[in-house]
């Protein structure tokens, strides 16, 4: 019997130790084109038939687009800075909100960051349990040396 007890323990702790992660954020007003705007998602752990929603292009991908068309950062190779890139994509794939949610000390960094985002297309949208939700995303991002990396 304790042998029984010890395996449904052990049994019930392993599954318990994949337990899912999952909070909805409110933006605080109305936010245009979300598909459920009460329920928009801001992380996901990787279970099957949920993820967050992906751009086709890689972290890799992204950066070099940003180390290429950051403008900012090769006018001015000494700037230090760091901030959060927050995005919205809806259960279509559109990206619906591409804001700073930690702003940099330059606009015009914050500007052409957000212009690059902007322009990586359609998204896969995140899924939740095998359906298709809105979700927040949140890039972390460094500029040192002439280069921006995500942290």
Sequence with gaps: MKTLLTALLLFGLHFASYGQYVSTIDIGGEVEGSCDQSKIYSYYANFSGNHSAKTSFSQDEILKRL??????????????DKGT????????????????????????????????????????????????VDSCIFYNFRVKKGKISFT
């Design 67 to 80: 180390n290429a068309e950051v403008t900012f950062i090769k006018d001015n190779p000494k700037h230090k």
């Design 85 to 132: 890139l927050a995005l919205v994509v809806n259960c279509k794939g559109e990206l619906i909100i591409c804001e700073m949610d930690d702003a940099t000390k330059s606009i015009e960094l914050d500007a052409q960051i957000k212009k690059v985002f902007n322009s990586l297309g359609v998204w896969k949208p995140a899924q939740l349990r095998g359906e298709q």
